[in-house]
C-alpha cells in the first residue's frame, strides 16, 4: 500500500540558508500535518491542512511557511535557518477531519550547520 | 487542550519478561488515544488506538493497551517482550471533535530489552 512519501529524506543547510520540505501524502488523503521532532524530543505539532486550506497551527516559527497544493502534496518552507532548527520533521496525512488515523513519513532530517 | 504524561523515560526489561508503559492524559474534552512506536532513524507506526468501545484494545506485534477514563490513562503491555521490541513508544490524542486534529504527544518512552 501507498505510504506518505516525504523528500528529501536528509538534508543539510547552513545558517540562514532556506530549506524546502516536501511531503506526498497517500492517495485520496485530503488532510496533511507536519511535525518537529528535535533530539531526544516528542514530536511537536507545526500546521496542518485540509483541503488546501490551513486548519490548525501550532508552534511553527514566522520564519516558516507552508502550503497544500491542488495535488494535496504539501511543502514546508523553512528561511533564515538557524542552528536550533535541526531536527528530524514529519509529515503526516489523513482523510478529512473525521479519520482518526494520521499516517506518518519517514521523515526529513534537516541538520543545520 | 490536551496533555500527555509518559511516566518513564526508559524501561529496560529482559527478553520474554512483561513490560507496561505507562500514559496518563489530561484533557477538557473527550479524546482518542494512541500508542506509537518509533524505530531508531524511522518515522513513527501505529501501534494501537481507542476510539471507542472496549477499554483493552489490541494492537500489532502483540501489543495492548487498555483505557482506563476514570484514572485517564492508556497504559500500553505485552506479556513477552523480544529483542526487536526496544524502541522509542510515544502515547498521543487527539480530540474528538473539531477540526482540529494534531496530535498531541507525551515524551516518550525508551523501551530496551536486554537478552
Same mark, same amino acid.
Given at each position: 500500500?501507498? !505510504?506518505?512519501i516525504q523528500s528529501p529524506r536528509h538534508l543539510i543547510k547552513e +545558517?540562514?540558508?532556506?530549506?524546502?520540505?516536501?511531503?506526498?501524502?497517500?492517495?485520496?488523503?485530503?488532510?496533511?500535518?507536519?511535525?518537529?521532532?528535535?533530539? !531526544?524530543?516528542?514530536?511537536?505539532?507545526?500546521?496542518?491542512?485540509?483541503? +488546501?486550506?490551513?486548519?490548525?497551527?501550532g508552534s511553527i516559527p514566522d520564519r516558516f511557511s507552508a502550503q497544500q497544493f491542488s495535488d494535496y502534496h504539501s511543502e514546508l518552507n523553512m528561511s533564515s535557518l538557524e542552528l536550533g532548527d535541526s531536527a528530524l520533521y514529519f509529515c503526516a496525512s489523513s482523510l478529512g477531519t473525521v479519520n482518526t488515523e494520521a499516517f506518518f513519513g519517514q521523515g526529513t532530517r534537516l541538520t543545520v550547520v | 487542550?490536551?496533555?500527555?504524561?509518559?511516566?518513564?523515560?526508559q524501561v529496560p526489561v529482559f527478553e520474554e519478561a512483561p513490560v507496561e508503559l505507562r500514559?496518563?492524559?489530561s484533557s477538557s474534552v473527550s479524546v482518542y488515544l494512541f500508542w506509537y512506536v518509533q524505530y531508531p532513524n524511522q518515522g513513527l507506526q501505529l501501534l494501537l488506538k481507542y476510539l471507542s468501545g472496549s477499554t483493552l484494545v489490541k494492537g500489532i506485534n502483540g501489543f495492548e493497551a487498555e483505557f482506563n477514563k476514570s484514572?485517564?490513562?492508556?497504559?500500553?503491555?505485552?506479556?513477552?517482550?523480544?529483542?526487536?521490541d526496544t524502541a522509542e513508544y510515544f502515547c498521543a490524542v487527539t480530540q474528538r471533535s473539531g477540526s482540529a486534529r494534531q496530535l498531541t504527544f507525551g515524551s516518550g518512552t525508551q523501551l530496551t530489552v536486554l537478552p
Open positions: 500500500a501507498a !505510504g506518505v +545558517k540562514r540558508e532556506t530549506a524546502t520540505l516536501k511531503c506526498y501524502p497517500i492517495p485520496r488523503h485530503d488532510t496533511v500535518y507536519w511535525y518537529q521532532q528535535g533530539p !531526544g524530543q516528542d514530536p511537536q505539532f507545526l500546521i496542518s491542512f485540509y483541503e +488546501k486550506m490551513q486548519s490548525d497551527k | 487542550a490536551q496533555s500527555v504524561t509518559q511516566l518513564d523515560s500514559c496518563n492524559y484514572q485517564t490513562s492508556f497504559h500500553l503491555r505485552k506479556p513477552s517482550v523480544h529483542i526487536s
